[in-house]
């Protein structure tokens, strides 16, 4: 029998066959195909979800020991990292970051019943309605469409007027949710601001800031700006994430029970592998931003200093110097500006060619999916359907396209979220650290500071009393310079002290300590309660109001009429420093507004800063050569109806027609010496007096000698 001959088959019909197979395979276990694949991705995602717990608790424990290690350092001698080049604060989308956005939320939506929440859940709503409109709107475009390709009038018209009727809630709604974008960004930046001044403005925390910490170098662009921008972000991030989210869940439910389960899962794949390739590629935006709000901050800063200072600049012709100050800041900031520009310009072209054009290609396909190939399911369509089929399909895909590509946009601004977050949240952590004593500083002390360290560590106690005592108080700067190791003295009320001594020798440190302005480095301090001490510098502060104001300031009129005080009583006041014609300057008198700085010389104001002195009636006053642009007799008032209120006066002053008015003396040798004793204000004006005339006697020693010598010269000539 002959062998019979194989006939070979093609290859094309091999794989024909194959693929044949493989679909009846999958049609037949389409159900169970789609469970095991929805099973698996949320099996997925619950592991991702346990993975990012167990990678916060890790990074909670490792914060937890970096804050431990970070208090047992002297909180004096921390240097400031953002200026001295060593490496700033990394801003990321980490655990510090959501940590700190966490907190602040806390005190945006401080509850449920608050304002902002209820703004919020109504922001909410109309997101959800302008989801299910969009909805509504694709299925009406794919119906509109299905008219006009079977030719039938009356129903393409009446699906328009539809189209017409159904604009009036969308656009009502996408109003409705511009205003409240709008009106969240305004509420948050009103409950954040409100809480900063609470924390600045209370516990003399603005006075820490500037003098005895370095961390925050403009806390008024913090303030104005940096929280503006926050605010504003936060806003828009809600608006640019949860419509988006809400729009990619529905349109893929509606997509998936018209081209199948699979495809969605299998694109959303595909959508994300490249959505994290994109992200890995994404530049640092929040870093970039914390930077470039740094460098604002710090041009608007170099400004505000040169107007500060514009006098003694222009005295010294400083303005070249000024000028190049600047420009240096202002290039800086534009070079960092057109950085970004720059990252921005190539990152945009990569974002938009994946997302517009790529993701639009895979939509493409899978909306032909229900055209070239039968859904399991679905009932054959004719070609009226499948266009309908397929223009709404493509509508829902193409807004679904367009929420994904927005959440990946929306990485960049959370990115710039990121770095606002951390500006504001570093001036609250500085705030609390100020509140709590701990402070960093780079010192610039005049002397080493290695000898020091152990003064600076420690921590004195504060009591208070009716008196004023210091038992072995350190008196040490911000900058770490130890004035004084050890002052002891006692002053009890009605003793009037005056203190004297060289510039730099601890004077207003002294009284910087009373005021509660710095911390006590060791010993023990008894002193009254701050509203019992009241401070009159040089040069006094006039504020922003009106001529009733500078008198009575910081009271209000409403305190000033609680303590019993009228208009009457204060122009009384006036009289006793001959400032009575003030109240004339202005027509409005009293209320007259005027930026008294400017108006008054430096006379009138230290009279008026007496007359705010009188005014208070405080137990101690601390006079800071506060009667150095006055006359002998205009300090005599100041000094005799200050003693008759019963003012306990700490002065100080070099002015020998002080000395009279104070029972004691405080003396610093500026070399870390001090002598505390009782003044005799008499004996100490015979022996001033006598120590000049001796002083005088010395410096004519020479001259005499000088003519002595010119005598026995004469006379050894004349005897030659």
Partial sequence: MAAQSKIPIPPERTLRTIVSR??????????????????????????????????????????????????????????????????????????????????????????????????????????????????????????????????????????????????????????????????????????????????????????????????????????????????????????????????????????????????????????????????????????????????????????????????????????????????????????????????????????????????????????????????????????????????????????????????????????????????????????????SGHFEKKLVSASSVEGNEAVLKGRGTIHESSDITFIDVPIISPNGDVLVKALSFSLKQGDHLLIVGPNGCGKSSLFRILGGLWPVYGGTVYKPPFSAIFYIPQRPYLSRGSLRQQIIYPDSLRQMRSRGVTDADLLSMLKLLGLEHLVELYDEGWDAEAEWRDVLSGGLQQRVAMARLFYHRPRYAILDECTSSVTLDTEKAMYDNAKALGITLMTVSHRRSLWKYHTHILQFDGQGNYVFTKLDADKRLQLEDEREDLEVKLRQVPELERRMAELEEARAVEVA
Wanted: aromatic share 10%; glycine share 6%.
């Fill in 22 to 435: 493989l679909t009846s395979l999958y049609v037949s276990n389409r159900t169970r195909i789609s469970r095991a694949v929805w099973i698996t991705l949320f099996i997925a995602l619950a592991n991702r979800i346990r993975h990012a717990v167990s990678e916060q608790k890790a990074a909670s424990a490792r914060d937890a020991a970096q804050r431990e290690a970070r208090r047992g350092v002297t909180s004096s001698t921390d240097s400031n990292e953002k200026d001295d080049g060593k490496p700033r604060k990394k801003v990321e989308l980490n655990r510090e970051f959501f940590r700190s956005l966490l907190r602040l939320l806390k005190i945006l939506v401080p509850g449920w019943r608050s304002k902002e929440a209820r703004l919020i859940t109504s922001h909410t709503f109309f997101l959800v309605l302008r989801t299910l409109i969009s909805v509504r709107v694709a299925e009406m475009d794919g119906a509109i469409v299905k008219a006009l390709v079977k030719g039938r009038g009356k129903e393409f018209l009446k699906r328009i007027v539809w189209w017409m009727i159904i604009a009036v809630p969308a656009t009502f709604t996408n109003s409705m949710l511009s205003y409240h974008q709008a009106e969240l960004s305004l509420k948050y930046r009103t409950r954040l601001t409100q809480h900063i001044h609470d924390k600045y403005l209370s516990q003399l925390t603005f006075y820490g800031i500037s003098a005895l910490d370095d961390r925050i170098k403009n806390p008024d662009q913090l303030i104005a700006v940096d929280v503006f921008k926050f605010s504003n972000s936060l806003a828009e991030l809600y608006s640019n994430l949860a419509k988006p989210f809400l729009d990619m869940t529905i349109y893929t439910y509606s997509l998936s029970k018209s081209v199948g389960g699979e495809g969605v899962i299998f694109m959303t794949l595909l959508v994300q592998l490249s959505a994290n390739v994109m992200r890995a590629l994404t530049p640092p935006f929040g870093k970039y931003v914390a930077d470039e709000a740094r460098l604002e901050g710090e041009f608007r800063f170099q400004h505000s200093r040169l107007i500060d200072h514009s006098e003694e600049v222009a005295l010294y012709g400083g303005h070249t110097a000024e000028k190049d100050t600047l420009d240096k800041g202002y290039f800086t900031l534009i070079k960092h500006v057109n950085y970004i520009l720059r990252r921005r310009f190539y990152h945009g072209f990569m974002e938009d060619f994946v997302i517009k054009y790529f993701w639009g290609a895979l939509g493409l396909v899978l909306c032909s999916v229900p055209v070239f190939v039968k859904i399991p399911g679905q009932v054959a369509m004719n070609m009226g359907d499948r266009t309908e089929s397929f223009v709404t399909n493509r509508r829902m895909l193409l807004s679904a396209s367009d929420a994904f590509g927005r959440v990946m946009f929306s990485y960049r601004e959370i990115m710039e979220l990121a770095g606002y977050t951390s500006r504001v949240a570093s001036l609250l952590d500085v705030m609390d650290d100020i509140q």
